[in-house]
């Protein structure tokens, strides 16, 4: 495995994020356990997960499974760089939310942060993520929230996901105000090779301020991971945010040509948007998501695929990105 450090804090972090949203709703408790077993001793440390995974009625559920492992022992807790997210309520989908039982306000940062920590078996969450922004709440607020976890020794750093550029900058900005206050030291963002907007404002926002990008979905929904190859291999049809681009003759070309150059090159498509991610500059690492221990392995040799000049030059031309911020939107 190899490994860099989390944006510009000294915390040194694989290049793989294990995400563990499948853990409850897709893969049982004990397979769950073997997956996290196998990414350790592949040396994965770097694990995210969220408060409202599990989803529906089992919203925690993930963090539960997580925790149950902590609690087997072996050093797994001190070996692991844990993230977790808040924002999003805890209730029932589809229920009516109680007052301050979601987003960011100080009260429901307090209650999330310790609820999380019961379920994951710790006392302390080493990158504590803001799910989304809230456009109600004053980064004050949060930071304020953000500086007695910190005192308290809940959590140790604060990041982001899906937040644009302009509130990566809002939020480090008030935070060097304040003072004393680290400010974000992450962006979890959507970019693949299928979705690269996030090039035009996050990313540059994110190296500016010395964030770390950890992009999540590297293969867009499984449009990257040999959608049509499977089909023809296998009869495997395609589903949900693959499945619907799909129906867009040109996004099926699209894809139909990206993995013909793949075939003439010999690389498998998972493995190559996954090594095409870590050629992108201030990536730290992708967030791949396994189902099984095969999907594990198939992940873990794309950090040692080197793809070269001329197939990179080929993905560019397949899915060209917008190009550099301002010229992308302006001359």
């Given at each position: 495995m190899?490994?860099?450090?989390l944006?510009?804090?000294?915390?040194?972090?694989?290049?793989?994020?294990?995400?563990?949203?499948n853990f409850g709703?897709?893969t049982?408790?004990?397979?769950?356990?073997?997956?996290?077993?196998?990414?350790l001793?592949?040396?994965?440390?770097f694990f995210?997960?969220?408060?409202v995974?599990?989803w529906?009625?089992?919203?925690?559920?993930?963090?539960?499974?997580?925790?149950?492992?902590?609690?087997?022992?072996?050093g797994?807790?001190d070996?692991?760089?844990?993230?977790?997210?808040v924002?999003?309520n805890?209730?029932?989908?589809?229920?009516?939310?109680?007052?301050?039982?979601?987003?960011?306000?100080?009260?429901?940062?307090?209650?999330a942060v310790?609820?999380?920590?019961k379920?994951?078996?710790?006392?302390?969450?080493d990158?504590?993520?803001?799910?989304?922004?809230?456009?109600n709440?004053?980064?004050e607020?949060?930071?304020?929230?953000v500086d007695?976890l910190?005192?308290?020794?809940?959590?140790?750093?604060?990041?982001?996901?899906?937040?644009?550029?302009?509130?990566i900058?809002?939020?480090?900005?008030?935070?060097?105000?304040?003072?004393?206050?680290?400010?974000?030291?992450?962006?979890?963002?959507?970019?693949?090779?299928?979705?690269?907007?996030?090039?035009m404002?996050?990313i540059?926002?994110?190296?500016?301020?010395?964030l770390?990008?950890?992009?999540?979905?590297?293969?867009?929904g499984?449009l990257l991971?040999g959608?049509?190859?499977?089909?023809?291999?296998?009869?495997?049809r395609?589903?949900g945010?693959?499945a619907?681009?799909?129906?867009?003759?040109?996004?099926?070309?699209?894809?139909?040509?990206?993995e013909?150059?793949?075939?003439?090159?010999?690389?498998?498509?998972?493995?190559?948007?996954?090594?095409?991610?870590?050629?992108?500059?201030?990536?730290?690492?992708?967030?791949?998501?396994?189902?099984?221990?095969?999907?594990?392995a198939?992940?873990?040799?794309?950090v040692?695929?080197e793809?070269?000049?001329?197939?990179?030059?080929?993905?560019?031309?397949?899915?060209?990105?917008?190009?550099?911020?301002?010229?992308?939107f302006?001359?």
């Amino acid at each position: 495995m190899k490994y860099t450090q989390l944006g510009r804090t000294g915390l040194k972090v694989s290049r793989l994020v294990l995400g563990t949203m499948n853990f409850g709703p897709q893969t049982d408790e004990a397979d769950s356990h073997a997956i996290m077993d196998a990414a350790l001793d592949a040396g994965i440390n770097f694990f995210d997960t969220a408060n409202v995974y599990g989803w529906g009625e089992n919203k925690g559920r993930t963090e539960t499974i997580i925790g149950n492992w902590f609690a087997r022992g072996g050093g797994r807790r001190d070996k692991v760089v844990l993230a977790t997210k808040v924002y999003g309520n805890m209730g029932p989908d589809g229920g009516e939310v109680w007052p301050n039982h979601d987003k960011l306000s100080a009260v429901n940062i307090r209650r999330a942060v310790d609820a999380s920590l019961k379920r994951l078996q710790t006392d302390y969450i080493d990158l504590y993520q803001f799910h989304h922004i809230d456009r109600n709440t004053p980064f004050e607020e949060i930071w304020q929230a953000v500086d007695v976890l910190v005192q308290q020794g809940k959590i140790l750093y604060a990041g982001s996901s899906n937040f644009p550029g302009y509130k990566i900058a809002q939020a480090n900005e008030i935070a060097a105000r304040r003072g004393g206050t680290i400010g974000l030291v992450s962006e979890q963002c959507l970019y693949n090779l299928a979705e690269r907007r996030a090039e035009m404002e996050v990313i540059p926002a994110a190296q500016d301020y010395g964030l770390g990008v950890i992009p999540w979905s590297p293969l867009h929904g499984g449009l990257l991971g040999g959608v049509l190859k499977k089909e023809v291999q296998g009869g495997r049809r395609a589903s949900g945010r693959a499945a619907e681009a799909l129906a867009d003759p040109a996004v099926r070309a699209q894809v139909q040509a990206y993995e013909d150059l793949l075939d003439k090159h010999g690389v498998e498509p998972g493995e190559a948007a996954l090594a095409w991610l870590l050629t992108r500059p201030g990536v730290t690492g992708p967030i791949v998501g396994p189902r099984t221990a095969e999907q594990l392995a198939s992940a873990l040799r794309a950090v040692e695929l080197e793809l070269p000049g001329e197939l990179l030059a080929g993905l560019d031309e397949i899915f060209p990105g917008p190009g550099p911020s301002p010229e992308a939107f302006a001359w």
